[in-house]
């Protein structure tokens, strides 16, 4: 299994109130990504690294940020959660981001967000 | 817009039948498609994977199906095991050097013992 973890594993807060995700891996891939997942939506993207301080949004990005400082942590940080962000989260990772052309991406346990 | 469909929400099936969960795709440009597995409270786990220049691709009980010309891809396990049950996930990656998979809905199998 991939080296991935992901902390809080659930966490139930107030809208309005800033909220920080964390992705650990100890595969020392250059590429993480942050994935939720909702009903009738399946995986959607919201931003992805390429590298340490190299980040871009995804498909779902407004009202989230990340960061990453380190090559093994990516946060994901809503900065003031609203309850349309009550989701499950899942961190990813990939070693070369798709060059490889069967390379596939490896998931964390996700966080369960309640926000209400 | 959903580029990746997965149209049945839910799918149930004997033990030992065969398991056909279908997704659809609507960009011609997608290279490579995966299927992952994912159980409650579990991240999804990559089952089976095929690319864009091959029509068929088996590993075990699992084999998977690419018609480009229908934009059409099926996951076929044989035989269904109670094992099997967990929400399946068809993914496409756009072409090019990304990893930016883009999902399907998902597909819930249930196998009856």
């Known amino acids: 299994d991939a080296g991935i973890t992901q902390s809080p594993r659930h966490k139930v807060t107030e809208t309005g109130t800033p909220v920080t995700l964390r992705c650990h891996q100890t595969?020392?891939?250059?590429?993480m990504y942050w994935y939720r997942q909702d009903p009738g939506h399946g995986l959607r993207l919201i931003h992805y690294s390429y590298g340490v301080k190299d980040t871009d949004k995804g498909e779902v990005s407004d009202g989230y940020s990340v960061s990453r400082s380190k090559t093994e942590d990516f946060l994901l940080t809503l900065e003031s959660a609203t309850s349309s962000q009550t989701s499950v989260y899942f961190c990813a990772i990939s070693e070369t981001g798709g060059i490889r052309t069967n390379e596939k991406l490896f998931f964390g346990s996700g966080t369960q967000l309640s926000v209400l | 817009d959903q580029q990746v469909k997965q149209n049945s929400p839910s799918l149930s099936v004997q033990e030992g039948r065969i398991s056909i969960l279908n997704c659809d795709y609507t960009n011609s440009m997608f290279d490579y498609f995966l299927w992952y597995k994912k159980y409650p409270a579990e991240g999804p786990t990559f089952l089976i994977s095929i690319s864009s220049i091959k029509d068929k691709n088996e590993d075990g009980r699992f084999t998977v199906f690419l018609n480009k010309s229908a934009k059409h891809l099926s996951l076929h396990i044989v035989p269904s095991q109670p094992g099997d049950s967990a929400v399946y996930f068809c993914a496409a990656r756009p072409g090019g050097a990304t990893n930016k998979l883009i999902f399907g809905t998902g597909t819930l199998l249930a196998v009856q013992p």
């Open positions: 595969e020392n891939h250059r590429y």
